[in-house]
């Protein structure tokens, strides 16, 4: 019941959530790596963008790899990566730095957000969706 | 009884036998003759050991580890390959040197401000075979330079001096402007100065005698490794003087001003390869010596034990370019 | 209810009885163990390339937290190391009781029976936990701190009381083993109360009285249960069933709920958000805030910490029990009559919401991260072996498009049984008052609400 109730939900919400039709943009973004976070941490763009990520690490080599995108760089200091891609998944990423740069690595973490996040959305009405379900099941 | 002797065994066979195992291989590594090498940044303590002796001719085992982010370990003035270190991921290398001397290892992947001081040496021990003589003294110390003097050139180009304009104006260099030597000892501002006083150059204008400065440089450009004079300042330079040559690298900040005592050996802000002052009053002899003997404490390094001459040299070039505008051949 | 006891197949009762495959598998785990701590402090510093770090805090939390505990419960704390080198010294035996032990086998003080001294403990490790997960030297002394520890327990107190009383995971498997379909009962109470001697609690030549310090007979809640199988060896009736049953069972039970435990399901809680927010989150000054550990910076980050688990997360909860009694009816609610019974009660709504949450927060740590364990198994210190040969194989994140569907769905169930157990909670709690029975829907709204809020905030520190 929960299973069909959830994919319902997502169903609706998913083409409710389609950004209205905006035209692809390049965009070229620089983005600083440092032990351990990247300046600016969070990136925004519309789907269909192209980006081309300017990493510059300013202490020790690091990179970026973009979860979802499978995509990945590094990057030493001094010598700027460029990393070019169409943002063509909608939601939110998180991009982390792929060459261990010493303790707090596995933490060094931004976030990308492609156009609409309409899993977050979907999520949020499955949820009210769940708590209702949750209480109904409870039979006298 | 027999069943908990069995237990017993049990038990220190898996529980003790796993540390004991790991214990012992390790204890076995270390007796091996294998010398470990550990990389760190430079202020955890940079190459641990720094220094390591061998004898001429004889195999010298190497396990390469880096303890905290990416290194790499290179050996200076040698065509051996860099072997990058990424942090746990230790790389087990044999080296052998056949002729006696001090060897420089260094890392070339960028570790923080003070990467360049990770440096370590292998003395390898034994009589020379070869009369080696004395070690060949840079271009700037033969000529007596002061290396650290101004150099601020009085006469700038209006716009930067382009070597395809030099060389559309059609004319054949005397013998004097292509000698190797000449090129060396004079700076660009100076080679503006003798063409201005040629025959040949009285109908041209002041630009275009700094056309032809370019193709004087572009025809000492050394041959060859354009790409990797570009790596190299990539590699080793671009992190302080900047990818663009502006001295606005990312560690600019951090090397800082000049000390208000005006002291030319505290730490500076790296020299700014796009300034035509600058640069077009520095002969290629003192460039090379910058390179070579290092700044004295303002945090330029020292390259004299890395690079070989014609690495340094080809260096020299590429600095030029920040002020030419240089064809691809 | 129904269960399926597993005892009832012979093959399962006679593996569970022997002390061999117990014991088999204790030792192996103890080698871990001790490997892991040679590691941390011979290996390499790089935590991602040490088994110190990548066994433990990677592979083992993952197991733990997204197999064992959710379908075993107490499953780990039977084969368990740590207490173990100091139960073999008091026991004085590897294979059951034979002769005497070490020991000077003191009672547990009665002011201590509570499980405050693991939600403190709790509370300290997540403290320090930025350097802990990722400086192999630290993690390797807090390994060896415990067994010192645990090893100390067992020298002066009677039977497991680290387990029991002091360690800092058992607060969580603990608790949140209360909602896996296993169990261990007695299978007919009346067989108990006319046997006397009580051998599965004082124990005989089979084996030894419940380690873990409760009456198998009694036993309605797998809480404080280790499963351990000692019962199941000394009950001379062959009264004790491991039984698969439905999930969260327990927080059916009316009996035995408290404010210690109350105070561990909000402090799991609000830790599994707070880890949500450092570790996978983009702020680095608040990374940096919890790396430095001893600052005076780290001081602030602390106090927020305590802040969220022990004031804001229970401070919340309360005004929304007292919303949820006048809601139903109870005029007493703002004097305050009723609202402690029911927060405390209602508490165990966060159960199932806490293991949901450190489930969908464990995800994308292990999916992340998971692309060390292979390369560590085959060179566990760091320094160039290659065991298995798999030592060269570099980092990768699995399934990192896949991980945020799977958050939702976790997160998704984990409030479904959330408000099914705040309902079953408050329809116990109206009964109990003697108010109607339509006042419990009243009741157990707010405290859904509360769930739905968490579950949103949830979504927005994993997946938005």
Redesign the interface.
């Known amino acids: 019941m929960?299973g069909f109730a959830?994919a319902a939900v997502f169903a609706l919400a998913a083409p409710l959530a389609q950004a209205a039709g905006s035209q692809p943009v390049e965009r070229t973004i620089h983005v600083q790596a440092s032990?351990?976070?990247?300046t600016p941490?969070?990136i925004r763009v519309h789907r269909g963008d192209i980006i081309t990520l300017e990493i510059?690490?300013?202490?020790?080599?690091h990179g970026i790899?973009i979860?979802?995108y499978?995509l990945r760089i590094d990057a030493?200091?001094?010598?700027?990566a460029r990393l070019t891609f169409t943002a063509d998944?909608s939601?939110?990423?998180?991009f982390?730095c792929?060459?261990?740069?010493?303790?707090?690595?596995?933490?060094?973490?931004?976030?990308l957000y492609v156009g609409n996040?309409s899993?977050?959305w979907?999520?949020?009405l499955?949820?009210?969706l769940?708590?209702?379900?949750?209480?109904w099941?409870?039979r006298k | 009884m027999r069943s908990s002797r069995l237990a017993l065994g049990l038990l220190f066979i898996l529980a003790l036998g796993l540390p004991l195992f790991a214990a012992s291989w390790r204890w076995w590594d270390l007796r091996s003759g294998v010398v470990e090498v550990h990389a760190r940044m430079p202020d955890a303590g940079g190459w641990s050991p720094a220094s390591i002796r061998v004898p001429a001719g004889e195999a010298l085992r190497l396990m390469l580890t880096s303890d905290d982010v990416m290194h790499s370990f290179a050996i200076g003035q040698s065509a051996s390959p860099v072997i990058d270190l990424y942090p746990g991921k230790p790389v087990e290398t044999t080296l052998q040197f056949d002729e006696p001397g001090k060897y420089t290892f260094y890392c070339t992947r960028w570790c923080g401000p003070d990467h360049w001081r990770m440096r370590g040496t292998i003395e390898v021990t034994g009589d020379a075979n070869i009369q080696t003589g004395a070690a060949e003294q840079p271009l700037y110390l033969t000529l007596g330079l002061d290396i650290d003097a101004h150099h601020e050139a009085s006469t700038l180009p209006q716009q930067r001096p382009s070597v395809v304009r030099g060389a559309a104006l059609g004319l054949v260099l005397p013998d004097k402007y292509l000698a190797l030597d000449y090129y060396r000892l004079h700076s660009p501002e100076q080679v503006w100065n003798d063409l201005r006083g040629e025959l040949f150059s009285k109908e041209l204008d002041d630009q275009q005698v700094w056309d032809l400065v370019a193709l004087v440089w572009q025809f000492h450009a050394s041959s060859g490794d354009a790409e990797s004079s570009q790596q190299l300042y990539a590699r080793d330079c671009a992190a302080c003087h900047g990818e663009a040559g502006a001295g606005d690298g990312v560690f600019a900040h951090v090397l800082g001003a000049a000390s208000e005592t005006g002291d030319m050996h505290a730490r500076q802000t790296p020299a700014d390869f796009t300034g035509a002052a600058h640069m077009l009053g520095a002969s290629p002899a003192l460039l090379h010596g910058k390179i070579v003997r290092g700044g004295m404490g303002t945090g330029m390094p020292y390259w004299g034990p890395i690079y070989t001459d014609d690495q340094a040299w080809a260096l020299v070039s590429r600095l030029y370019e920040f002020q030419f505008e240089v064809e691809d051949k | 209810m129904n269960r399926a006891a597993l005892t009832n197949t012979p093959v399962v009762k006679s593996l569970l009885r022997s002390r061999w495959p117990q014991l088999f598998l204790r030792a192996l785990t103890l080698g871990v163990f001790l490997l892991a701590i040679l590691a941390g402090i011979l290996g390499t510093p790089v935590g991602n390339r040490n088994i110190a770090i990548v066994l433990v805090w990677i592979a083992w939390w993952g197991l733990l937290a997204l197999l064992a505990v959710p379908l075993f419960g107490r499953g780990w704390c039977n084969i368990c190391p740590i207490p173990m080198p100091g139960e073999w010294l008091q026991q004085g035996s590897l294979l059951g009781p034979r002769g005497k032990g070490l020991g000077l086998g003191k009672r547990w003080p009665n002011p201590l029976r509570n499980i405050w001294i693991q939600n403190g403990a709790f509370l300290l490790l997540a403290l320090c936990s930025a350097v802990v997960l990722t400086e192999p030297k630290v993690s390797a002394w807090v390994l060896a701190g415990f067994l010192l520890v645990a090893i100390g327990a067992s020298l002066v107190f009677e039977r497991r009381a680290f387990c029991r009383y002091l360690c800092p995971v058992g607060g969580y498997i603990g608790l949140y083993s209360q909602a896996s379909p296993l169990e261990l009962r007695v299978v007919d109470a009346s067989v108990c109360a006319s046997h006397t001697e009580k051998t599965c609690y004082t124990g005989s030549s089979q084996g030894y009285g419940c380690p873990w310090q409760v009456f198998p007979g009694g036993l309605v809640k797998n809480t404080n249960c280790g499963l351990c199988m000692e019962c199941l060896r000394t009950c001379p009736h062959d009264n004790l069933s491991l039984n698969v049953r439905s999930f969260g069972a327990d927080l059916d039970v009316p009996t035995g709920r408290k404010l210690d435990e109350a105070y561990k399901a909000f402090i799991l809680l609000g830790s599994a958000m707070i880890y949500a927010a450092v570790m996978l989150g983009p702020w680095g000054q608040l990374k940096a805030l919890a790396y430095g550990v001893g600052t005076l910076p780290w001081l602030g980050y602390a106090l927020g910490f305590l802040l969220v688990t022990l004031v804001i997360i229970p401070g919340s909860f309360w005004l929304v029990s007292m919303l949820g009694q006048v809601l139903a009816g109870n005029k007493d609610a703002f004097k305050g009559r009723g609202v402690k019974k029911a927060f405390t009660s209602l508490a165990y709504t966060l159960v199932p919401l806490g293991m949901t949450a450190w489930i969908a927060f464990t995800l994308s740590f292990i999916f992340a991260n998971g692309s060390y364990i292979l390369p560590s198994l085959s060179d566990p210190l760091g320094f160039g072996w290659n065991l298995f040969g798999t030592a060269g194989m570099g980092w990768t994140p699995y399934l990192s498009g896949i991980v945020p569907f799977m958050q939702v769905i976790v997160l998704l169930v984990g409030l479904a049984w959330a408000s099914r157990t705040a309902l079953k909670i408050a329809r116990q709690l109206a009964s109990q008052a003697r108010l109607p029975q339509e006042a419990a829907r009243r009741m157990a709204l707010p405290v859904v609400a509360f769930c739905l809020a968490i579950t949103i905030l949830l979504f927005q520190l994993l997946i938005a």
């Open positions: 929960l959830l032990s351990f976070e990247f941490a969070t510059e690490s300013t202490d020790v080599v790899a979860d979802g499978d030493d200091p001094g010598q700027t998944r939601g939110v990423f998180r982390r792929p060459v261990t740069c010493g303790a707090l690595h596995p933490f060094m973490i931004g976030k996040n899993l977050y979907g999520a949020v499955a949820a009210v769940a708590a209702v379900v949750g209480l099941s409870v």
